[in-house]
Every structure is written in C-alpha cells, then in structure tokens.
C-alpha cells in the first residue's frame, strides 16, 4: 500500500519499544487521558518503525493511513482495513515534517538511511 502510493520505504526495522521510548515517542500526548493507555499498547509488543521518502510523504502518508478512527477511515485505507479501535489504530505516522525529523531520529541514524 506505501509503495502503491508512491513512496519508498528507505529505513525499516522491526523493535520493541522500551516504556522510555514510548513516553518520549508520543510526549505530545503526556498530559492527555489515553497516555498510559497508549504507552502501555505500543511497548506490548514489538512495532515496525520505518522511514518514507516521496514526494509530499507526510502528507500522502496520512492519506494512506486514513482517519485515526477506524469507522470514519475510508475504504482501502490502512486504518479501514486493520485497525481495532481509535486506540489501537495500527499505524501512526508523523503530522509533519518537522516532527518526522524528530521521531526518526529516535530510531534512526543517517548511516541506516538508504537513498
């Protein structure tokens, strides 16, 4: 489906999110209700982190994606097709370039980066 839609996978590994990582990962969130929640999902089994090269990727990723909440995703989109819940959404994907750079970052070094 990514590369259907026109972007590239250049970086990808497959980890187990420590619970220092997760709370880094999505701290924007710390001081809404649904943070433990989510902290405790995403380090309660392993997750594939990736990288997406393309044009406009943020942007194009999150139409891929589809809306957080599964009912209201359209059709065909990863979040129609497999996601559980609003909470278990099975894909997160950054909201901008910006806060892509960071979240790479996290798990990424430039040396890890094909392209």
């Keep these: 489906m990514i590369e259907d839609a026109g972007l590239r996978i ?7 999110m420590s619970k220092a990582q997760a709370e880094k990962f999505y701290e924007v969130h710390k001081e809404r209700p649904f943070f433990g929640e989510l902290v405790e999902f995403m380090t309660s089994a392993p997750v594939v982190v990736q990288v997406l090269e393309g044009d ?22 990863i979040r129609k097709l497999y996601a559980e819940s609003v909470g278990e959404n ?12 960071l979240e790479i970052a996290q798990f990424f070094t430039e040396a890890d980066i094909v392209g």
């Design 90 to 101: 099975s894909v997160h994907g950054s909201d901008s370039q910006e806060n892509a750079q």
């Design 10 to 16: 250049v970086a990808q590994r497959r980890i187990r």
């Design 56 to 77: 406009n990727a943020v942007a194009r990723y999150r139409e891929v994606m589809g809306a957080t909440n599964p009912a209201q995703a359209a059709e065909g989109t």
